[in-house]
């Protein structure tokens, strides 16, 4: 007998024998959802037991290849040209990313934060916005790095192509970072330590004294290790405000996913909104739980914003770049009101999604 119609005949006989006993009893009972569920439940094992195939769930376009040699995800790491094979790969524990957007010009701001990053076990991508590579040869660990070029792209241009979350899913953290920042005050490994504590699934450190900043809520707090939240009426931030910008947030300068949060980040990047203004806004809806208390600012170990204008600014020698910096900007304002109206247009479409955030009387 085929599996079909052993299946067949198995729901067959659940279902006869289901009426059989009301029957008898003289009592059609009224069946329930839970009823249902109860029946579809043992039907499911039933098929199970029949064909242990129907569970695999395999992804969709390999179908046709034995389970055990599909790789769906991958990391960055380097591999040697010689050598042993191993049958499993060592990799690496609680290692993480940092990507950077670098420009010639600030080579020596470059240096500093990538040789603090790579002595903290942390894989790191330059991914350069100017077309120049060569010149950062002479640095000793230029070959440790990834170099990505592409003319005239910001950082959320490259993440959207190559940090790609099955990319990048054996990193416990994912920095995707300016250039233009100061780390004096900053420690990898003790920043780590601190987000893990507390629980921060989105965090930034704070932007200490002197920094080029656009919202307050980021600024270094200094007599506390963390803030989720500031005390602010002049923007109405009374001790019980959950949303920006009295608490809640972590700026797109600077900011640091985990692995699950970065597999919602990632698609939430438009293809065409190269910027990215206005989705930092919306990093609430990527962490498990509430953001008011999973996204947060880490005050203890703080960076100075330099505030460079490196895209659509000057080059080493005067020479103005691609378009100029008002041109930049205002693109910048423009993708972001482009964003807030998808994302309004994509929750109004969508009947079944519901929004966390929305007020009860709304």
């Known amino acids: 007998m085929s599996l079909k119609r052993k299946l067949c005949h198995c729901i067959l006989f659940t279902a006869a024998l289901f009426l059989f006993v009301s029957l008898f009893t003289r009592s059609l ?6 009823d249902i569920k109860r029946i579809q439940f043992r039907s499911d094992e039933a098929r199970s037991a029949i064909d242990p195939c129907m569970d695999q769930n395999r992804s969709v376009g390999v179908e046709a290849l034995p389970k055990g040699i599909v790789t769906l995800t ?16 060592n990799k690496s524990s609680l290692k993480s990313l940092l990507a950077l957007a670098v420009g010639i010009p600030q080579k020596q701001i470059v240096n500093e934060i990538v040789e603090k990053f790579l002595s903290n076990n942390f894989t790191v991508m330059l991914l350069h916005y100017d077309g120049v590579v060569d010149e950062w040869n002479d640095l000793e660990w230029s070959n440790r790095v990834l170099h990505v070029s592409a ?3 910001t950082k959320w241009w490259f993440a959207k ?6 990319i990048v899913a054996e990193y416990e953290y994912i920095f995707i970072w300016d250039e233009d920042i100061e780390v004096e005050h900053f420690h990898p490994r003790r920043y780590l330590e601190i987000v893990k ?27 506390r290790e963390v803030h989720r ?15 920006f910008p009295c608490a809640g947030f972590a700026e797109i300068m600077v900011p ?106 709304e």
């Open 29 to 34: 009972p009224i069946i329930s959802v839970d």
């Open 74 to 89: 991958t990391d960055l790491e380097m591999r040697k040209l010689t050598g042993q094979v191993h049958t499993k790969e």
């Open 151 to 153: 003319m005239y792209q």
């Open 161 to 166: 192509r190559f940090l790609h979350p099955d």
């Open 197 to 223: 504590r507390e629980g921060l699934e989105i965090s930034q450190p704070a932007l200490g004294d002197h920094s080029s900043f656009h919202y307050s809520f980021t600024k270094r707090q200094s007599e």
């Open 229 to 243: 939240s500031v005390f602010d009426l002049s923007q109405n931030c009374t001790e019980n405000a959950t949303q």
């Open 256 to 361: 640091v996913f985990t692995r699950a949060a970065w597999r919602c980040v990632w698609p939430m990047i438009q293809n065409d909104l190269v910027h990215a203004w206005g989705i930092d806004f919306k990093f609430g809806y990527c962490v498990q739980g509430d953001k008011a208390e999973k996204i947060g600012v880490v005050d203890s170990e703080y960076i100075v914003h330099k505030g460079l204008p490196t895209l659509g600014g000057k080059d080493s020698k005067g020479t103005q770049k691609e378009g100029n910096r008002t041109a930049v900007i205002k693109r910048c304002v423009d993708e972001m009101h482009t964003f807030h109206k998808r994302w309004q247009q994509a929750a109004d479409k969508d009947l079944c999604w519901t929004d966390p955030y929305k007020p009860l009387n």
